[in-house]
Each structure stands twice: as structure tokens, then as C-alpha cells.
Nanobody
Framework: ALLVESGGGSLQAGVSLRLSCAASGSLSRRYLMAWFRQTPVTQLDLFASITSGGNTNFADSVEGRFTISRDNAKNTVYLQMNSLKPEDTAVYYC???????????WGQGTQVTVSP
């Protein structure tokens, strides 16, 4: 599966934004899907994930503000971001893991810039 993110942009603090991650191939229902983000001064940071069964997990920094969901029929994973803060500014990457074979998939990244 080739992953393509979309929905990034520049916006002011406090607003909401939804990112999408579309798989060009079939996004298997068994894949673990996740979102990472990276700034020029931080490493790649895992902050949201969703299992094949729909269980989600979030980093403390986004808990309560971000949600992750998946639509297997559309081969798409979503990241809903609410109450955005300047510290959410980063390049956001979609990630997929095939647990059966250990294959990993990355999107090309999409920039989100939040101004005060």
C-alpha cells in the first residue's frame, strides 16, 4: 500500500483540522495504522494509533484533542485535530504496519503550521 496524506495547512491556534491518509492499494483491515509527527528539532514522534479492531491510543500531548479513525471501505485513515496549538506545528506522517509480515509503510508527510 502506498500512503498519501492530505489536509495539512497553515492556521491559527484553537481551530480544527482533519488530515486524511489514503492508501493507493488495499489497506488491509489487519494493518495497524498510526500518525507520527516531526519538527526540525524533534525526532519522529508517534502520537496516535489505531488497531485493526479499532482500539486507539494517544500520546498525552494530544489526548482529548485528537482522534484517529479508519474507514476500511475507503482505504483511508483520518486524524481529527481539535483545539490546535502552536506546539502542534510539525510535518505529519501516516504509517501502516502489516503485523503478519512486518512490512511498514510511510506517507510522504504533510505540513501543519499553527500560529498563535
Amino acid at each position: 500500500a502506498l500512503l498519501v496524506e492530505s489536509g495539512g495547512g497553515s492556521l491559527q491556534a484553537g481551530v480544527s483540522l482533519r488530515l486524511s491518509c489514503a492508501a493507493s492499494g488495499s489497506l488491509s483491515r489487519r494493518y495497524l495504522m498510526a500518525w507520527f509527527r516531526q519538527t526540525p528539532v524533534t525526532q519522529l514522534d508517534l502520537f496516535a494509533s489505531i488497531t485493526s479492531g479499532g482500539n486507539t491510543n494517544f500520546a498525552d500531548s494530544v489526548e482529548g484533542r485528537f482522534t484517529i479513525s479508519r474507514d476500511n471501505a475507503k482505504n483511508t485513515v483520518y486524524l481529527q485535530m481539535n483545539s490546535l496549538k502552536p506546539e502542534d506545528t510539525a510535518v505529519y506522517y501516516c504509517y501502516g504496519l502489516d503485523p503478519n509480515y512486518g512490512r511498514k509503510y510511510w506517507g510522504q508527510g504533510t505540513q501543519v503550521t499553527v500560529s498563535p
